[in-house]
């Protein structure tokens, strides 16, 4: 009798347990969405320009309420049709990981048990992290963000890189780009003989002047630094790149390739400092993309295309009153963020701290850019977007921190942009990125690679 109501006592507690686990997993993101306007003191629909962007000043980077008080741009608050979460499958990944993994002594990602680096991971790797007490919250936070990107897998797209200034557009180049990550991938591990962390390759197609430019980048997972190449046509030679170029301009715009997703550098490069860790902000993005997620329908060879719309700049709109490179159809929502500051560790890296305002699930959504002299140079806005992959109408998995929809970084001192696209069409180029692509294999990472690609 004792043995029963000993059992029956543990099955309770195991009840209990998983319901309270349950509650703490159901997200009312609806009402939470709902407290932010009010604390805000706005409502959906709510316009904002240079004569009361000082009711939400507090809720926007600086950079981007000068903006507005410049009179470059109006902002048109509203909410999100839908809940931007991973799902509970990534939640439950993430909890197996407590207390597995560390940080060595260049803070790169280690297992506890071992102190080696892990070669692949699930979910995030550091769920529970103690934001008041751990001075590596920071860059912990980092890491988690920037792994849940592996969920993209292997990534093909067209992104269009735009030039310009106060007068329009000045130039327009598009570019092939391929990403491959070996963590957190929705296939699972994959092989690794040379234990990377990613590989990207760039190669412009147009104008005729850049066509055929390429740039590799190796991300290995231990302590060394990227290993950079290039493919210039004029002289048909392969050239190893110090990683500080990933900070030089990318072929004489205002962005630099670490740029791409808000920050696409290596996490230990830099010194990362928890600034808040959790404020409101308002987040920019397409109306479409609010309204409902982009959906990504499989495709017969297993890959799943994006399937989103056209995110104008003011300079294709007559008769628009903002800066030439701001979009004219977007919308501003509220979020919850954390704020970091990083800085390169690097003194060759060209760019001195940048803040940033960076999404749990979405990713980073602003940057704040200062010079090695500490002058505020850049403000850069990141579209974030939320891709429901689709398989003949069912839903296979929500993509939320990884790919984003395009970019608008503003050098404030000439008073010049660049604007990248990865949505839509542009001069008969579809840029809307593929996931999965199956012809996306590990020996095309390799620099005598890019000879053959380029052509």
């Known amino acids: 009798m004792k043995t029963k109501s000993i059992f029956t006592g543990i099955l309770l507690m195991v009840f209990l347990l998983s319901a309270v686990a349950a509650t703490a997993m159901a997200r009312d993101w609806k009402q939470e969405q709902d407290q932010m306007f009010a604390t805000i003191g706005a409502k959906p629909g709510d316009v904002f320009d240079k004569n009361n962007v000082d009711q939400i000043a507090k809720y926007l ?10 009179g470059e741009l109006t902002i048109k608050l509203a909410d999100l049709k839908y809940d931007v979460y991973p799902g509970e499958e990534w939640e439950t990944l993430s909890q197996k990981n407590v207390g597995k993994y560390g940080l060595d002594k260049n803070k790169e990602i280690i297992e506890v048990s071992t102190g080696k680096l892990p070669i692949y991971v699930e979910g995030d790797l550091y769920p529970n992290i103690d934001y008041a007490n751990d001075p590596d919250a920071a860059i912990k936070f980092i890491h988690n963000v920037v792994a849940m990107r592996g969920r993209l897998g292997s990534l093909r797209c067209f992104p269009s890189t735009e030039w310009v200034g106060k007068g329009g557009l000045e130039r327009l180049a598009l570019s092939e780009y391929i990403d491959n990550y070996q963590w957190n991938r929705p296939d699972g591990q994959i092989p690794n003989r040379n234990e990377m962390l990613q590989q990207q390759l760039y190669k412009f197609v147009k104008p005729y002047d850049l066509q055929g430019m390429t740039n590799l980048t190796q991300r290995f997972l231990d302590p060394k630094p990227d290993a950079v190449y290039a493919y210039v046509p004029a002289i048909r030679r392969v050239k190893k790149l ?8 990318y072929a004489g715009s205002d962005f630099v390739i670490d740029d ?3 920050w696409a550098g290596k996490n230990a490069s ?11 902000t308002l987040v920019e993005m397409p109306r479409w993309a609010a309204d409902k997620a982009i959906v990504c329908n499989k495709q017969q060879d297993g890959s799943f295309m994006a399937n989103s719309g056209n995110f104008r700049s003011a300079y294709e709109v007559e008769g628009a009153t903002e800066a030439p490179w701001q979009k004219v159809d977007a919308v501003w929502v509220p979020r919850k963020v954390r704020v970091v500051e990083a800085n390169a560790l690097d003194p060759y890296y060209t760019y001195g701290k940048c803040i940033y305002h960076v999404d749990p699930y979405m990713g980073f959504v602003h940057k704040a850019i200062y010079n090695r002299a500490g002058e505020y140079w850049k403000t850069m806005t990141i579209f974030p977007g939320c891709y429901d992959w689709m398989d003949g109408g069912k839903l296979v998995r929500r993509i939320t921190t990884g790919y984003v929809i395009g970019y608008v970084v503003v050098d404030e001192k000439t008073q010049h942009a660049s604007v990248s696209e990865e949505s839509g069409t542009v001069e008969g180029q579809l840029l809307n990125p593929k996931f999965m692509d199956p012809t996306i294999k590990l020996n095309m990472f390799e620099p005598t690679y890019l000879t053959t690609w380029s052509r």
């Open 270 to 280: 830099m010194k990362w400092t928890m600034v808040e860790k959790e404020v409101i």
């Open 260 to 262: 791409s997703f808000g």
């Open 61 to 70: 980077p600086p950079g981007v309420v000068t903006w507005v008080k410049r």
């Open 242 to 249: 110090s990683g500080a170029n990933r900070s030089d301009p």
